[in-house]
């Protein structure tokens, strides 16, 4: 999650998995007003948000946030944290209807007062990924939309193609905009070159010369485009020494 301050409101980009009192949290950083911006659906990302009044998720993943708010779902993501066992019942946060949220757009505008949030849509990881332009700081948040594992084997993402093209427009659109870029997982901080980096891999995976690497997470199953560093912790750190790496269906390359 990022928090995000101008001199009149508060943003906070994504709400985690829903566990604990995040309302709170966020109020003993932040006298401001907080309106909520969801980058995408997943478990991990939207399932906090219903503490919150002021909240916007791209429509397009209404399906997604209802898949990923059962609770079996919820507690099936969050047993993989050593920290579940301390988990109860009453920790959870009860979600709310997609249809109580507001849609999100390509291109929206959000002045907090001397900071200006712009949403740059990238469908791929999910049918509504978004990534956050902050203009003023000059600086990219691309939540799960473009990182250094990319995950696009699941049901609900796009084909390796169209992610592609829906990541270059995006790429287009920011350009020269940004000198800072920040990520959702892992080592947040990236190079400005992390968009380019992955669309090179998209190339060597339309081409047949990537690594293909076979991925399990999370009973999905896909192949890994540049091999990474797995030492039981998995980092997922690739092994050239670049960021931007992702794991695609090998059936929808052309999709």
Known sequence: MYLLEGEEKAALIDTGSGVGDLKSCVASLTQLPVMVLITHGHVDHAM????FEEVYISYKDKG????????????????????????????YIP?????SFQDLNDGDVFDLGGLTIETVACAGHSPGSMMFLLCEDQA?????????????????????????????????RTEGRYDQVY???????????????????CELVKSGSDDKVAFDFLQTKGMV???????????????????????YNPDRIWD
């Open 140 to 172: 990219l948040i691309t939540g799960d939309a473009c990182a250094y594992f990319t995950m696009l084997q699941g049901d609900s993402c796009l084909g390796l193609s169209t992610y592609e093209r829906n990541l270059r427009a995006a790429g287009k």
């Open 225 to 247: 485009a540049k091999a990474f560093e797995n030492n039981g912790v998995s980092s997922y750190a690739r092994l050239d020494g670049k960021i931007g790496n992702l794991v």
């Open 183 to 201: 990520m959702s997982h892992g080592n947040i901080i990236a190079p400005v070159t992390l968009i380019d980096e992955v669309l090179e891999v």
């Open 64 to 91: 997604v946030y209802i898949e990923n708010s059962g609770m079996e779902v919820r507690k099936n993501y969050l047993s993989a944290s050593p920290r579940f066992v301390e988990v109860e019942e009453a920790d």
């Open 48 to 51: 906090g948000a219903a503490q």
């Open 95 to 99: 979600v709310k209807p997609a249809d």
